[in-house]
Nanobody, 120 residues
Framework: QVQLVESGGGLVQPGGSLRLSCAAS????????MAWYRQAPGKQRELVAT???????NYADSLKGRFTISRDNAKNMVYLQMSSLRPEDTAVYYC??????????????WGQGTQVTVSS
């Protein structure tokens, strides 16, 4: 059984910063791609950023320069540093990972989500 658990969400004022964390636990052979997605009320879930096991990153164009994804392979964790936050960044942020539970089996996993609210 594999779990992804996010933390670090909350209420922040416009222009502020937050750091989200996501910990993967359970029967893990290795973790390939990790990512953050977000879903605002009434909108579809959208990609925020991805990071490969080797540290290559990719960002949604609209978020480049404000958000930074990173990971700690030894701890099976992925992070999202968010700065210059705007009200339109308000959303539930989800952690995603493609995890190998054995040499031959890889599965996609989602966290339960963490709420980020940007408001004065």
């Amino acid at each position: 059984q594999v779990q992804l658990v996010e933390s670090g969400g909350g209420l922040v004022q416009p222009g502020g910063s937050l750091r989200l964390s996501c910990a993967a636990s359970g029967t893990i052979f290795s973790i390939n791609e990790m990512a953050w997605y977000r879903q605002a009320p009434g909108k579809q879930r959208e990609l925020v950023a991805t990071i490969t096991s080797r540290g290559s990153t990719n960002y949604a164009d609209s978020l480049k320069g404000r958000f930074t994804i990173s990971r700690d392979n030894a701890k099976n964790m992925v992070y999202l540093q968010m700065s210059s936050l705007r009200p339109e960044d308000t959303a539930v942020y989800y952690c995603y990972a493609r995890i190998k539970t054995s040499v031959v089996r890889e599965w996609p996993y989602w966290g339960q989500g963490t709420q980020v609210t940007v408001s004065s």
